[in-house]
């Protein structure tokens, strides 16, 4: 008989899984169902969403776990009830290893979790050490399933310490500071990566980190009083931007090329796997990728809190079930509140020619990715030769800053032609180096700094490896530009219904769903 488990978590960008058995069978946050941008609070509607669409009555479930924030409030107790067993975990990072343990190699590897904070130590069970501590960053061994601490580190929170908000020594904090600087609010951290690449170097300024060999990693004070003297806001078109943006990113990359040599060097280990939000840091996990130090990296597609429920069911078949099997994931882990798409032989070809006349056009098809990457599921696909389309596709469709890149679409016997760099991982999570003629040949794809964040497509029959094989064939081009389908400041599309009216809205020329294009009209 089958284990089922859901695991939720409630914090922001909530989120549910179904675990089932060692299969990973669905995700969904709770953004993609309330169209509200990094949803919090209790995902009742994910819940819901899993039970419908595999069918299952709250008796089929052998647990819910629960990810709790330590001080969530208005959690829906009574609607848990339906269950017959539930457990609750604040265990932050912890959960985060696991969700990154998903992408596990065959042996050994360590998991590196870093993000703004994670729990307390009685959260871990952890007695007798000062209140205010929350984790920041932890280390893990993972081997056939199991994870052993190897090291954490705890800091104190300091509230509304700042004139920008609170603060605490982390990584995730030192990057949500320059975020909210900029662009208002701390969910910002791709754009300041992406504003990175340009910088003047006309400011000087203090270091942002602390670290090294017997020095205790610390955000650097004297760069806080600097952030602190700048304007409140501090509009992203000036040098001064960019420049706080450059800093904080190489201080970000310096500290982790640091600390993971250090890790592999001690603990003889070179396999690694990222977790928490600084695990979104594409320009850093590709440096990482390609560091001597490293035979791997790879991470989770919804390496965020989205992604701790599906840290939470994992632990729990793990450290509740005992199973430790490898878990099985595909990307398409969502489903859509319309019928299931019709199984007609894919249009490819006909796609491939509207890409190629310079069209942009929807994809819609199967169930949603999960985690902030569209992978072909729910896609906007475009050219990447004419510049054109790229400004187009800022300014008209996605409508956000100028300076923003792509991410892209290859297939894995194409790649050298973009780049020789190793990636960290398939799913469009890791920042690679064009090659000169590339960016020549793709100028839509290549970002500032001649980097560019990439998915690689394997030659399985699949729709994107069919529209690759057949664009490349129409115009000798190995390579598109891949983006997610939604509008300014609005989650993924979702449902079928959300699909066409994003279309509609935001100017697609087509639109792929139900193995049909159908030209979008306002």
């Known amino acids: 008989m089958s284990t089922r488990i859901i695991g939720l978590h409630s914090g922001h960008d909530a989120s549910a899984c179904l675990l089932v058995d060692n299969v990973l069978v669905g995700s969904i946050a709770r953004e993609r169902l309330t169209r509200r941008k990094h949803d919090q609070g209790d995902p009742i509607e994910c819940v819901d969403y899993l039970l419908s669409h595999f069918g299952l009555a709250p008796t089929d479930i052998d647990l819910l776990v629960c990810s709790d924030w330590h001080d969530a409030e208005g959690l829906g107790e009574p609607r848990h009830g339906r ?238 079930f005992g199973d430790y099997r490898p878990i099985a994931y595909r990307v398409s882990q969502g489903a859509s509140y319309d019928a299931p798409l019709a199984q007609a032989t894919l249009p490819a070809q006909t796609i491939a020619d509207l890409l190629a006349d310079d069209r942009i056009i929807g994809v819609f098809q199967g169930g949603s990715e999960f985690g902030p990457r569209a992978l072909g599921h729910r896609s906007i696909l475009s050219s990447a030769v004419q510049l054109t389309l790229k400004t187009r596709l800022n300014a008209r469709i996605k409508r956000r800053e100028s300076f923003r890149p792509f991410g892209g679409i290859v297939l894995r016997s194409r790649l050298r032609q973009l780049t020789e760099d190793t990636l960290a991982g398939p799913n469009m999570l890791s920042a690679a180096r064009m090659s000169d003629a590339a960016r020549a040949r793709y100028p839509a794809l290549a970002h500032v700094d001649g980097t560019v964040r990439l998915q690689v497509v394997e030659e399985d029959g699949s729709l994107l490896h069919q529209v690759l094989q057949a664009y490349e064939c129409a115009t000798s081009h190995v390579a598109l530009i891949n983006t997610s389908f939604n509008g300014c400041d609005e989650p993924i599309v979702e449902t079928l219904a959300q699909a066409r009216a994003c279309a509609a809205a935001v100017g697609l020329d087509h639109l792929y769903a139900q193995g049909v294009v159908e030209q979008v009209h306002d």
Request: overall charge negative; proline content about 5%; glycine content about 8%.
């Open 83 to 320: 269950f017959a067993r539930v457990e609750k975990t604040r265990r932050h990072h912890l959960l985060h290893a696991y969700a990154a343990s998903v992408m596990a190699p065959a042996g050994p590897a360590l998991v590196l979790v870093a993000d703004g904070r994670g729990c307390r130590p009685e959260d871990n069970g952890v007695a007798g050490m000062d209140a205010g501590l929350f984790e920041v960053e932890s280390v893990y061994h993972h081997e056939g399933g199991r994870l052993t601490e190897l090291d954490k580190i705890y800091r104190p929170y300091h509230h509304q310490r700042y004139a920008w908000g609170s603060h605490i020594d982390s990584l995730g904090y030192v990057y949500a500071a320059v975020s909210k600087k900029i662009f208002g609010n701390a969910h910002a951290a791709g754009k300041v990566m992406a504003l990175a690449a340009l910088a003047t170097h006309v400011h000087t300024m203090p270091a942002p980190l602390s670290f090294g060999s017997g020095q205790v990693f610390s955000v650097n004070p004297a760069w806080l009083d600097f952030l602190q003297s700048c304007p409140e806001h501090i509009d992203w078109t000036t040098p001064l931007a960019a420049d706080l943006a450059h800093a904080v990113q190489q201080a970000l990359e310096a500290y982790l090329a640091f600390r993971t040599q250090q890790l592999t060097q001690l603990h003889n280990c070179h396999d690694l796997l990222l977790g928490g939000g600084v695990a979104l840091n594409c320009k850093n996990n590709g440096m990482l990728a390609n560091a001597p130090a490293l035979r791997s990296v790879d991470i989770f597609p919804a390496a965020g809190d989205d992604g701790l429920s599906v840290g939470a069911a994992v632990m729990a078949l793990r450290e509740t």
